[in-house]
């Protein structure tokens, strides 16, 4: 199984937009932000969100050039509080401030299309455990590579992936974005609209969706100003809220950045680079939905562990699943870590 396949399984209860809906996104961001267009192509990159949020602003995933590691403790669920307070708000705000200034303060990378990136991901599920894997990608994405039975199997393509698409697109569609949180969360609205969408969402949430997506991406290497500003605007949202040694999974505990008590962002507490997301239980939904055909209604039933649709709800504030990458690292070939 690869890392896109889990990441479906994990997140199967997101809406899918229709096609009409993509295409003008894709649209709508590259004229905002000046990206090309380009072809996409259908095989497994880098990791990805399966949602498309916000009519196409969900880009690629891409990942840093330095190891990144998560201290644990022995706390089994992470928990998350009611709305928060303004003392809350006010520690997010210097959280957030604080992440900005570092990431600020470190030169901005340079990439090569020759360049590899290599990394190691982690995808959790209630109940089910954590499933581990490993991949390596080359910037330009013109090939990609993972263990297939204990054996490195390289995959050369005669195209590259769409700029969002690569390690070396995704830096510069973001070295693109507006350097000044205002600015940056303006472009946000406008692309979300006034009115809440699809469950009602309103244009902050689309926002900290979009921001969670592009901040996802901006490991791989975004120009320290971009990072820090997306750190600045996510700071501006209304109710956001910060919880430190918040416990994504068993034994892994990060800094989580919530908007909703549903969704976190998850940043490393030394580097503050995101590592990853969870999805927490409000208390009422179920852990995964309900099968849409009776095709897949076969399949959660031989596994009902794996696919607990008809499972009560868990307790408000348990994770429900999480998705990080531990390790992360820009190589010079297939194969090295």
Same mark, same amino acid.
């Not at 840093?64 to 708000?89: K, M, W, Y």
């Not at 990136?117 to 959790?124: E, K």
């Given at each position: 199984? &690869?890392?896109?396949?889990?990441?479906? +399984?994990?997140?199967?209860? *997101?809406? +899918?937009?229709?096609?009409?809906?993509?295409?003008?996104?894709?649209?709508?961001?590259?004229?905002?932000?000046?990206?090309? %267009?380009?072809?996409?192509?259908?095989?497994?990159?880098?990791?990805?969100?399966?949602?498309?949020? %916000?009519?196409?602003?969900?880009?690629?995933?891409?990942?840093?050039? /330095?190891?990144?590691?998560?201290?644990?403790?022995?706390?089994?669920?992470?928990?998350?509080?009611?709305?928060?307070?303004?003392?809350?708000?006010? *520690?997010?705000? +210097? /959280?957030? &401030?604080?992440?900005?200034?570092? /990431? +600020?303060?470190?030169?901005?990378?340079?990439?090569?299309?020759?360049?590899?990136?290599?990394?190691?991901?982690? %995808?959790?599920?209630?109940?089910?455990?954590?499933?581990?894997?490993?991949?390596?990608?080359?910037?330009d994405g013109m090939q990609d590579a993972s263990m297939v039975g204990g054996k490195l199997v390289v995959t050369r393509h005669s195209t590259a992936e769409s700029a969002e698409g690569t390690p070396l697109g995704a830096y510069r569609l973001l070295a693109s974005l507006p350097t000044d949180p205002h600015a940056l969360l303006a472009t946000l609205y406008a692309k979300v609209g006034s009115e809440p969408r699809g469950g009602g969402q309103s244009k902050q949430e689309l926002a900290f969706e979009n921001i969670q997506q592009l901040l996802w991406n901006s490991p791989a290497g975004a120009p320290p100003r971009v990072q820090g500003t997306l750190y600045r605007a996510l700071a501006q949202l209304p109710g956001i809220q910060v919880k430190r040694d918040f416990q994504y999974a068993p034994r892994r505990t990060a800094i989580a950045v919530f908007h909703l008590p549903t969704s976190a962002i998850l940043l490393d507490p030394t580097s503050y680079q995101m590592i990853g997301w969870a999805s927490v239980s409000d208390g009422h939904r179920p852990p995964a939905p309900k099968p849409s055909n009776a095709a897949e209604a076969r399949q959660m039933a031989h596994d009902p562990k794996k696919y607990p649709w008809n499972s009560p709800a868990l307790p408000a504030g348990t994770v429900i699943n999480s998705f990080y990458r531990d390790h992360v690292a820009v190589v010079s070939a297939p194969g090295r870590r």
């Open positions: 199984m &690869n890392d896109l396949d889990l990441v479906r +399984e994990m997140r199967a209860d *997101a809406p +899918e937009p229709s096609a009409g809906q993509l295409a003008a996104g894709r649209d709508r961001l590259r004229s905002a932000f000046g990206s090309p %267009a380009a072809s996409a192509r259908s095989r497994p990159a880098l990791i990805r969100r399966p949602a498309i949020i %916000a009519g196409g602003l969900a880009l690629a995933a891409a990942a840093t050039a /330095v190891v990144v590691t998560v201290g644990g403790s022995g706390r089994q669920e992470g928990h998350v509080g009611p709305r928060p307070s303004s003392i809350q708000l006010a *520690a997010a705000t +210097e /959280v957030l &401030n604080k992440a900005a200034r570092t /990431v +600020e303060a470190r030169p901005a990378p340079k990439f090569e299309p020759h360049q590899w990136l290599y990394y190691r991901f982690t %995808a959790y599920q209630h109940a089910a455990g954590g499933e581990t894997d490993q991949s390596w990608i080359r910037m």
